[in-house]
Nanobody
Framework: QVQLVESGGGLVQAGDSLRLSCAASGRTFSSHSMGWFRQAPGKEREFVAA????????SYQDSVKGRFTISRDNVKRTGHLQMNSLKPEDTAVYYC????????????????WGQGTQVTVSS
């Protein structure tokens, strides 16, 4: 069992940066891939980035490559999403999730989810 709690969202201007955090509980955190998803109003939840349990494999959605960086610390049982050069289209509720699968991009393949944190980017 893994429980996830996100933090770090907020209201920023275009071009600013934010760092989202995901605190995990459970001894098996390091054996789970961790993913970040986002959901804007009226839209489906979409994949943002994922990192394998040992952090040796990473995947990004094309629109965030070069701007977002995913990372994790298995000792502290935390994950992070560093978001730079934010754009208004990045506005959404951001969720972290965990799965025993390897870097899936489909939400239904994730077993555990946090409650989400709002990110709003003004133009």
């Amino acid at each position: 069992q893994v429980q996830l709690v996100e933090s770090g969202g907020g209201l920023v201007q275009a071009g600013d940066s934010l760092r989202l955090s995901c605190a995990a509980s459970g001894r098996t955190f390091s054996s789970h891939s961790m993913g970040w998803f986002r959901q804007a109003p009226g839209k489906e939840r979409e994949f943002v980035a994922a990192i394998s349990g040992s952090a040796d494999r990473i995947s990004y959605q094309d629109s965030v490559k070069g701007r977002f960086t995913i990372s994790r610390d298995n000792v502290k049982r935390t994950g992070h999403l560093q978001m730079n050069s934010l754009k208004p289209e990045d506005t959404a509720v951001y969720y972290c999730a965990a799965t025993r699968s390897v870097l899936p991009q489909i939400p239904s393949l994730y077993d555990y989810w946090g409650q989400g944190t709002q990110v709003t980017v003004s133009s």
